[in-house]
């Protein structure tokens, strides 16, 4: 096979990512930890971390230029119900990139999940090779997600869901436009934290019955501008006797 005589843009930043041997920026997530791991603990109104510009900003560009058309709903799992409108999600191997789909199993490896349990203090950690539910998202303007609470248990193997992950893809974000990730009490009297949704920031946050979180109100972005993200979710083969419950879907609130 001939090579290329001269290299794309893509393809230096694969090689410099290549030469560090990961996806994964191990260093700089090792030397906040014993910080982060803190934050996480004492995080209100429930344990959640918010990191921004963890991730290679170069590599992440070239994600999201490689981010599916969402514009259209081929290839795409849809969601236009009351709570969770025009929203587009879809974890396929043949609808996502070579580069998204080895940076999501970057994700899931075994190396990125011990360093999770040892920020989150959840241990046994189990990726879902599937993406049910995750993969990546995308809402479209005047889309919404209802403040929620997530599905407890996997839908094929049991398995009791305990962490999400979602890394932010958008560049230019204005306030303005809303879709900040709101995360609420357990009363449900507010919203206690607001995350604008902006490019290369990632947050993670334990999932429980009383995990309350969504961005309620319809996006006032422009025609042209989609709100993207990639979602991980992470589960454990038991979890803490105070969190357990009946299985159960996503449970929606009125608000």
């Known amino acids: 096979m001939k090579l290329p005589r001269l290299l794309t843009d893509k393809q230096r930043c694969l090689l410099r990512i290549a030469e560090?041997?990961?996806?994964?920026?191990?260093?700089?997530?090792?030397?906040?930890?014993?910080?982060?791991?803190?934050?996480?603990?004492?995080?209100?109104?429930?344990?959640?971390?918010?990191?921004?510009?963890?991730?290679?900003?170069?590599?992440?560009?070239?994600?999201?230029r490689d981010f599916p058309d969402a514009s259209h709903q081929q290839g795409w799992d849809t969601y236009r119900k009351e709570n969770e409108w025009l929203k587009n999600a879809t974890g396929q191997d043949a609808r996502?990139?070579?580069?998204?789909?080895?940076?999501?199993?970057?994700?899931?490896?075994?190396?990125?999940?011990?360093?999770?349990?040892?920020?989150?203090g959840i241990k046994g950690l189990i990726p879902d090779t599937e993406f049910i539910g995750g993969g990546l998202h995308a809402t479209l303007p005047g889309g919404k997600l209802g403040i929620h609470a997530d599905f407890n248990k996997h839908q094929r193997n049991g398995l009791d869901r305990r962490l999400n992950l979602l890394l932010y893809l958008n560049q230019g974000w204005q306030e303005q436009w809303g879709g900040a990730l709101e995360l609420w009490d357990?009363?449900?009297t507010g919203c206690q934290q607001k995350i604008f949704p902006v490019f290369n920031r990632m947050v993670i946050f334990s999932t429980t019955d009383f995990s309350f979180h969504g961005h309620p109100q319809p996006l006032n972005c422009p025609d042209n501008v989609i709100r993207k993200s990639i979602a991980l979710y992470y589960y454990s083969n038991g979890r803490p006797q105070s969190e357990v419950s009946e299985s159960h879907l996503t449970n929606y609130q009125t608000i």
């Open 20 to 64: 560090q041997d990961s996806f994964i920026p191990h260093a700089t997530l090792n030397a906040g930890l014993a910080k982060w791991q803190q934050q996480y603990q004492s995080a209100q109104p429930f344990p959640h971390i918010c990191l921004d510009n963890v991730f290679d900003r170069e590599l992440l560009q070239h994600i999201a």
């Open 96 to 120: 996502i990139s070579f580069l998204i789909r080895h940076f999501l199993y970057a994700l899931n490896s075994r190396s990125f999940l011990a360093w999770l349990e040892q920020l989150t």
């Open 186 to 188: 357990q009363a449900l």
